[in-house]
């Protein structure tokens, strides 16, 4: 049975190769011209590297086969094909993505390949079995003729909900790593418990996402030197898929009967509360505007924060905050044996509430919208001005590709000259 030690060296290996590899990944799209150029939805003012997918899969596939050979895990990897499946759909999904940055390949041709994955999943047995839901005490048994399909939605959701969770530096990257801990220990402590089988192959999976999210982050954050792009963002997407599903599919029941989160599939969505939020919400509002899925808009979470006056690396960190959040809440009975205290919670919630508000910037803004501009008798967030913080964030920052506080800034310049021209205009009058 591999040991809690033996996981964190695989985590670490994904974390050490990913971190070494991706510069050379960005080194070497520069020289074939694969590069994310400026444009008007972005905010960084250099091409910058967006095959950043290529270093995270480099340092999955360096742990898995690290963990292959080294004897660890040998449960997990004789006679059983589901190690090989996930490393199939992984290579299939992470190629369709790389087409995407490289060359741009249609909606439908993404789904296709992720269509793929699934059911390279689905061949080699990586799905699950059953399920629980709250409240409920019997077990839900999947029909075989269903298990494609379940496979390939539950894929197709993770990896769309990642993907679109992906538009700040660092901010898709941060969330899956912390989801993926958290559900590492979740995995590591249903095993400790022999409430899931040992030649499950989901605690692996989850420890090597969180390792390469890790080593990827420093290269990553605002200001970012290198994007994941579909590549990364659909492998990652795959990895919490192949994890929660195998774990939260298979897992028996863990808690007292009185706590409703006995059902472990319920685990994962909670987890991941954030990215799967933000893609109801967003399929929710194209789907009310008449729009396709696949359609940008500057709806999503770390718009309407930036909209609020937060800054771009305050909102990925209010975002993180989330997501920790609600690791901590899932997996505090788990590894605490009780139900949870709700008001340390309910105390956390508020505060981070409270600080997404009431910050400083927000009020300024806030006093901006009200306050008429001078001359014009337009709100002063008309002019698109921004709070310094903000100001700051958007000199430095390498890798927002919404449009949202690039309209801002260059509004701002331009009210900016305008008001020169006006004091000059107004000198020479006098």
Not at 70 to 96: C, K, M, Q, R, Y
Not at 118 to 143: H, K, N, Q, S
Not at 320 to 344: H, I, Q
Not at 402 to 418: A, C, F, H, K, N
């Amino acid at each position: 049975m591999p040991t809690l030690a033996s996981y964190l060296l695989m985590g670490a290996v994904a974390a050490v190769v990913t971190f070494a590899v991706t510069p050379l990944v960005g080194a070497f799209a520069r020289r074939r011209g694969w590069v994310y150029l400026p444009n008007d939805r972005t905010v960084h003012d250099v091409a910058l590297p967006d095959i950043g997918g290529l270093g995270l899969y480099v340092g999955f596939v360096a742990a898995f086969i690290t963990a292959w050979i080294s004897g660890a895990f040998d449960v997990i990897f004789e006679s059983n094909s589901e190690p090989w499946g996930v490393l199939i759909a992984a290579t299939i999904i992470f190629v369709v993505g790389l087409l995407d940055d490289v060359r741009d390949i249609s909606p439908p041709a993404k789904v296709f390949g992720t269509l793929l994955a699934g059911l390279a999943l689905w061949r080699f047995g990586v799905t699950m079995f059953e399920f629980r839901l709250p409240f409920y005490e019997g077990v839900i048994l999947i029909d075989q003729s269903l298990l494609p399909l379940i496979t390939v939605l539950w894929l197709l959701g993770m990896s769309q909900a990642i993907n679109l969770i992906d538009g700040l530096d660092g901010l898709a990257a941060g969330i899956v790593g912390i989801g993926a801990i958290s559900f590492f220990l979740y995995a590591e402590r249903l095993s400790a418990r022999d409430l899931l089988d040992t030649v499950n192959v989901g605690p692996l999976v989850a420890v090597i996402a969180a390792g390469v999210c890790v080593g990827f982050l420093p290269h990553n954050f605002n200001p970012a030197r290198i994007f994941m792009g579909d590549g990364g963002a659909l492998l990652l997407g795959l990895l919490m898929a192949v994890s929660t599903s195998v774990v939260g599919g298979r897992a028996e029941p863990s808690i007292g009967r009185t706590y409703f989160f006995l059902a472990p599939l319920a685990i994962p969505l909670l987890v991941l509360g954030v990215p799967i939020f933000d893609t109801l919400f967003a399929v929710f509002r194209r789907a009310r505007s008449r729009q396709g899925l696949a359609s940008a808009d500057k709806g999503h979470l770390h718009h309407r924060l930036m909209e609020m006056g937060h800054g771009h690396r305050r909102s990925v960190v209010i975002l993180w905050s989330w997501t920790a959040l609600l690791s901590g809440f899932v997996l505090y009975p788990t590894l605490s044996d009780e139900n949870p205290a709700y008001l340390p919670f309910g105390i956390a919630v508020l505060g981070i509430v409270l600080y997404t508000v009431l910050h400083p910037s927000v009020r300024a803004r806030r006093r901006e919208n009200e306050m008429p501009d001078r001359g014009t008798g337009r709100p002063a967030a008309a002019t698109g001005r921004l709070d310094a913080d903000a100001d700051a964030d958007a000199d430095t920052d390498g890798g927002d590709r919404s449009s949202d506080r690039t309209e801002q800034r260059l509004v701002s310049e331009i009210d900016g000259e305008q008001l020169t021209l006006d004091i000059e205009d107004v000198s020479a009058e006098t």
